[in-house]
């Protein structure tokens, strides 16, 4: 398999959808968050963090890779899912499911499922469980996770999110699956073409630290922390590598 199949961002919210796409069938990468803006306007980050949890929407963009020259398209949808005991702990979370999808010629050729199991009172992310093509289902468990500020200013805002230990299965407790590697995400604000934009950084690791798979997923974003149609999804390992609008 030459092409990228595992996309999910973290495992978390959106991009629970994305890095383990890109995991898959892809090598590692690199990519940038974009520009800064020059406005002090604060955002109110949390909001975001929580909408992106709670709110149903979808995204769907495409690009060009520059590796290969083909247009891709890349979806994400996220929606409120039913209040669930996470498979490694057995303890009751809110969940929020998320799919992303890969397509190359209108068809398409991989998608991930993701759960990702929260405090609904925090916005805290305990863990995931993602499903990549129809496969089995793998978990990540947090080992630190914290909600984004409520205020945020837009020049240089960024922040931690989450660090997981990434497992090849879901069973409890933990130590009964293969650890794999682990995966850090952190928030992040910038601006481009007058759009202010709230951006998932997730970065995966295997287990001697190397990197295995890189993306950032940005959604528009208003001052309230509101959600926008607009979306910007940077995917890059050795297969592809592109950074799809709308």
């Not at 230990?165 to 293969?178: E, I, K, Q």
Request: one cysteine or more; hydrophobic letters at 40%.
């Amino acid at each position: 398999m030459n092409q990228l199949t595992r996309i999910s961002l973290g495992r978390v919210g959106a991009v629970g959808a994305l890095i383990v796409l890109l995991a898959a069938c892809g090598g590692g990468g690199g990519g940038s968050s974009g520009g800064g803006g020059t406005t002090a306007a604060t955002f109110n980050v949390n909001a975001a963090w929580h909408n992106l949890l709670t709110v149903t929407q979808t995204w769907t963009t495409s690009g060009v890779s520059t590796i290969d020259s083909k247009t891709y398209g890349l979806s994400i949808a996220v929606a409120p899912g039913a209040t669930a005991a996470f498979p490694v702990t057995g303890t009751t979370y809110a969940v929020s499911d998320s799919t992303a999808i890969l397509s190359l010629g209108g068809l398409g050729i991989a998608n991930t499922t993701s759960a990702t199991y929260f405090d609904a009172a925090t916005n805290v992310a305990a863990g995931t469980r993602d499903r990549a093509n129809g496969g089995a289902a793998t978990c990540t468990v947090a080992t630190a996770s914290v909600a984004p500020p409520t205020a945020a200013q837009l020049v240089g805002a960024t922040g931690a999110l989450q660090t997981f230990d990434v497992y090849d299965g879901c069973l409890s407790p933990a130590t009964l699956n293969g650890k794999t590697g682990t995966s850090t995400v952190t928030w992040s604000l910038m601006s481009t073409g007058g759009v202010t934009f709230f951006c998932l950084n997730g970065t995966r690791r295997d287990l001697a630290g190397t990197i295995t798979a890189f993306e950032i997923d940005c959604f528009e974003v208003a001052e309230s922390g509101t959600l926008g149609t607009h979306a910007r999804i940077t995917v890059s390992n050795s297969s592809i590598n592109v950074t799809a609008t709308n």
